[in-house]
């Protein structure tokens, strides 16, 4: 998994080579193909396996008793961590694919729906905590933020130093508006 990694990140997955990887890997390209059946299953395991551990990274995160806003900070600050371990630009390389191949589509969307369902009910808490989320409901804000920072980080990975402060801050400013609300239904 860690060639895996690293030669999708050094080569994208349009010129990433199952071959490259065996190499890399110290194995014979027979058993890439016997555990995962090519590079597209190979690429969808290394996913797979840290979208799963990064989902519970932030479910233990959100589970915590401090204030929602200080958790939602958190969140952008794992956004680095992720940056750095590659994770953003596999699952982005894969969206990308799965534009035209159904499979890697269903297979990407059914990793973010873990993402979703946890936001959905981070977005319930706030609601109990907060009060009316307006006219939105858990599930809207749980879209409207997933594809916030989904779209953030396709915008980082471009590259470009001002859309990356843009979009952090950004980010960033949600959680002061999450501070603000908790702070006025404190008071109230």
Same mark, same amino acid.
């Given at each position: 998994?860690?060639?895996?990694?690293?030669?999708?990140?050094a080569?994208?997955?349009?010129?990433l080579?199952?071959?490259?990887?065996?190499d890399?890997?110290?194995?014979?390209?027979s058993?890439?193909?016997?555990? @995962?059946?090519?590079?597209?299953?190979?690429?969808?395991?290394l996913?797979?396996?840290?979208?799963?551990?990064?989902?519970?990274?932030?479910?233990?995160m959100?589970?915590?008793?401090?204030?929602?806003?200080?958790r939602?900070e958190?969140?952008?600050? @794992?956004?680095?961590d992720?940056?750095?371990?590659?994770?953003?630009?596999?699952?982005?390389?894969?969206?990308?694919?799965?534009?035209s191949?159904?499979?890697?589509?269903?297979?990407?969307l059914?990793?973010?729906?873990?993402?979703?369902t946890?936001?959905e009910?981070?977005a319930?808490?706030?609601e109990?905590?907060?009060?009316?989320?307006?006219? @939105?409901?858990?599930?809207?804000i749980a879209?409207?933020?997933?594809?916030? @920072?989904?779209g953030?980080?396709?915008?980082?990975?471009?590259?470009?130093?001002?859309?990356?402060?843009?979009?952090?801050?950004?980010?960033?400013?949600?959680g002061?508006?999450?501070?603000?609300?908790?702070t006025?239904?404190?008071t109230?």
């Open positions: 998994m860690e060639s895996a990694r690293s030669c999708l990140l080569e994208g997955y349009a010129n080579s199952t071959r490259k990887v065996a890399q890997a110290g194995v014979s390209l058993q890439i193909h016997y555990h @995962f059946g090519g590079r597209q299953g190979m690429v969808l395991a996913l797979d396996h840290e979208n799963a551990r990064l989902v519970d990274r932030q479910r233990q959100y589970a915590a008793s401090e204030p929602l806003w200080r939602y958190q969140a952008c600050d @794992f956004l680095d992720d940056l750095a371990s590659g994770y953003v630009r596999v699952l982005q390389e894969m969206i990308a694919a799965g534009w191949d159904a499979k890697v589509a269903q297979a990407v059914a990793m973010l729906q873990g993402w979703l946890l936001l009910e981070v319930r808490e706030a109990t905590r907060i009060g009316s989320l307006g006219p @939105f409901t858990a599930a809207d879209v409207l933020v997933g594809t916030s @920072f989904l953030g980080e396709a915008m980082i990975l471009l590259g470009d130093d001002g859309w990356t402060q843009r979009v952090r801050t950004a980010l960033r400013r949600v002061d508006l999450i501070r603000t609300w908790e006025s239904s404190a109230a």
